[in-house]
């Protein structure tokens, strides 16, 4: 079964940093992809970033040059490093489990719980 765990969230200032984690279970990094998705109070759940088998990332346009994702096979954990954060970043993330990355929450199988992140002004 195909499980994962994201934490790391919490209440920053404007310009700050957090680094999100994914921690993975019952599946190969070597054959899928793990995306992070958001969803801000009242808005539908958008796409962040995602992070290919091969190594491939893939940003939403709005976190360019800010958010890092990356992965360590051994430790089964996806990162998304989040710097300069800005209260429009304010959302509950989510990583997600895909064959190959994505912009689409149907072609993702599984899901973590959520983590809140709160950036005030």
């Known amino acids: 079964e195909v499980q994962l765990q994201a934490s790391g969230g919490g209440s920053v200032q404007a310009g700050e940093t957090l680094r999100l984690s994914c921690v993975t279970s019952?599946?190969?990094?070597?054959?899928?992809?793990v995306g992070w998705f958001r969803q801000a109070p009242g808005k539908e759940r958008e796409g962040v970033s995602c992070?290919?088998?091969?190594?491939?990332?893939y940003y939403v346009d709005s976190v360019k040059g800010r958010f890092t994702i990356s992965s360590d096979s051994a430790e089964n954990t996806v990162y998304l490093q989040m710097n300069s954060l800005k209260p429009e970043d304010t959302a509950v993330y989510y990583c997600?489990?895909?064959?190959?990355?994505?912009?689409?929450?149907?072609?993702?199988?599984?899901w973590g719980q959520g983590t809140q992140v709160t950036v005030s002004s």
């Open positions: 019952g599946f190969s990094f070597d054959g899928n992809a």
């Open positions: 992070i290919n088998r091969d190594g491939t990332t």
């Open positions: 997600a489990a895909a064959r190959a990355c994505s912009w689409y929450e149907r072609h993702f199988r599984a």
